[in-house]
């Protein structure tokens, strides 16, 4: 497996999965109040061939929907939170060349780190190298060449 490739993937995603954070929670309260939008369903009406009433489609539909969601959450807070810890344990300099390159990249990153930390592009490839390995090391414990 290319564990370099898996953490810059996660550095590129670590955004949408933070937003995930927020977006989540207010689908479930939507899905909540749909809920009770929904009437119950009518046991004296004669049975619809092949099953469940709309309203008994909707109201599964809705169950499953909010569950899906719920175990999405789950998963987007415990993946926010390996990176976190995992961006924790680097310098700050460290932090800002990730940040440049893969969190938040912006056209001219190389040679505002370059300004920034006073140092040659070559110099910032390799602090960006450096750092990615620690980071990769952090989430796997291990690098490509390990």
Not at 18 to 34: F, N, V, Y
Not at 43 to 54: A, L, N, Y
Not at 92 to 100: H, P, Q, Y
Request: hydrophobic letters at 35%.
């Amino acid at each position: 497996m290319n564990w370099k490739r898996e953490a810059v993937d996660k550095l590129k995603n670590y955004e949408v999965h933070r937003q995930a954070l927020d977006s989540i929670p207010q689908e479930i309260k939507r899905l909540e109040s749909a809920w009770t939008g929904i009437r119950s369903a009518v046991t004296d009406s004669t049975p619809v061939s092949g099953g469940g009433s709309t309203r008994e489609d909707a109201m599964l539909s809705n169950i499953i929907h909010r569950d899906e969601l719920e175990r999405r959450m789950k998963e987007a807070c415990l993946w926010v939170s390996q990176v976190d810890k995992a961006l924790a344990i680097l310098s700050d300099e460290e932090r800002l060349v990730l940040d440049r390159f893969y969190l938040h990249p912006i056209k001219g990153a190389i040679e505002d780190l370059c300004e920034r930390m006073n140092i040659e592009k070559a110099t910032v490839y390799r602090r960006r190298d450096d750092a990615l390995r620690r980071f990769t090391i952090a989430l796997y414990g291990a690098t490509d060449t390990e």
